[in-house]
């Protein structure tokens, strides 16, 4: 598994810093700004994922997706099973049972 950047771990933590001081547009930004910077970085697409997902934003899914093909090139069974299996929930969530059996198959394959 690829080892966080720098730069991703300097975004993320300048998010957890935002978010310690109740800036939250400046978390999602930094965030953000780490996924976007390292389309790879699984560390970094799921920690924007993660953010989207609690914050209610509908782009949370799409994020979850960015994090899941960051994890399989980084051939990560771990990370791709979590995060397929939390694709599945957001795909049942919206009644994509196609989708959801899609996911739930990557998950099996995974893990």
């Not at 310690?20 to 799921?46: C, K, Y």
């Not at 989207?52 to 994890?71: F, I, M, N, Q, W």
Request: proline share 3%; aromatic share 4%; net charge negative.
């Amino acid at each position: 598994m690829r080892a966080v950047s720098i730069i991703a771990a300097l975004a993320i933590a300048g998010g957890l810093q935002a978010n310690q001081s109740g800036d939250a547009p400046s978390e999602r930004a930094a965030l953000a700004r780490a996924a976007a910077a390292e389309p790879n970085n699984v560390s970094a697409q799921t920690a924007y994922a993660r953010y989207l997902e609690v914050e209610g934003d509908p782009g949370a899914r799409d994020a979850y997706e960015h994090a899941l093909s960051a994890a399989q090139r980084a051939r990560n069974k771990a990370e791709t099973a979590e995060l397929a299996r939390r694709l599945a929930v957001f795909d049942l969530m919206a009644g994509n049972r196609d989708a959801a059996a899609s996911d739930a198959k990557i998950y099996e394959v995974a893990s």
